[in-house]
């Protein structure tokens, strides 16, 4: 068990509308990541999150936002839902602040979103 | 900008015997980070080993070992004994000083019974 906790883990919806996935970290963890992974494909780093502010950002749509919280748990949100957004996405957390650590990151078990 | 290319999609191994797995990264840092991680079917990332740049010794966790060339930009993971758990896909990470952890496309690895 990592310790990151995603919810739901399962997602089905119609194109066109707007879903939440959550994510809590690792007790300890400030830095939360979101990543997109299309059918057997690699990781797609979206954004990156560093107690409670936007620290990176990758290729995330506009139609995707995402925040961090005072209690550090993040939340993804996905709008204008396409067929193409049908993916895993997996939150990850990791201690590291200014990348002086060797901290790997600690990945949640996904949220599998199906847009119909 | 930092990339990590893994050139194998796919490699297959008997049970009990050792395969290796390439990743060559580009990067002009001189500190940062290389890890391994494993995605087997149940589609859990799992951390396998990880490298700090500055470290000259390879590391080791048990089956799972590198072979890390910092001149050559590569590293490489070295499966012994390999089991049918060891079924996954493999992915190489870089991460560096500018917090993001740059993944390569991935290696599916087929242990054979």
């Known amino acids: 068990d990592s310790g990151v906790t995603q919810t739901p883990k399962h997602l089905i919806t119609a194109t066109g509308q707007r879903v939440t996935l959550r994510c809590s970290p690792r007790?300890?963890?400030?830095?939360v990541y979101w990543y997109q992974q299309s059918l057997d494909q690699g990781l797609q780093f979206l954004i990156q999150?560093?107690?409670?502010?936007?620290?990176a950002k990758g290729n995330i749509l506009e139609r995707f936002s995402a925040q961090q919280f005072p209690d550090l748990h993040s939340e993804l949100n996905l709008s204008s839902l396409e067929l193409g957004d049908s993916a895993l996405y997996f939150c990850?957390?990791?201690?590291?602040?200014?990348?002086?650590?060797?901290?790997?990151?600690?990945f949640g078990n996904g949220t599998r979103l199906t847009v119909t | 900008a930092q990339t990590v290319t893994q050139s194998q999609p796919e490699m297959s191994v008997q049970e009990a015997e050792t395969v290796t797995l390439s990743c060559t990264y580009d990067?002009?840092?001189?500190?940062?980070?290389l890890f391994w991680y494993k995605q087997p079917p149940s589609r859990q990332m799992i951390l396998v080993i990880r490298?700090?740049?500055?470290?000259?010794q390879n590391a080791t966790e048990n089956r799972f070992s590198v072979n890390f060339q910092k001149a050559a930009k590569s590293f490489s993971l070295k499966i012994s004994d390999s089991q049918l758990g060891d079924t996954a896909m493999y992915f190489c990470?870089?991460?560096?000083?500018?917090?993001?952890?740059?993944f390569g496309t991935g290696t599916r690895l087929k242990v054979l019974a």
């Open positions: 490298q700090e740049a500055y470290k000259q």
């Open positions: 990067t002009s840092e001189s500190n940062y980070y």
């Open positions: 007790s300890g963890d400030l830095s």
């Open positions: 999150y560093y107690n409670g502010e936007e620290r």
């Open positions: 990850a957390s990791s201690v590291a602040t200014e990348g002086r650590s060797n901290s790997p990151l600690h």
């Open positions: 990470a870089f991460m560096s000083g500018t917090y993001k952890y740059i």
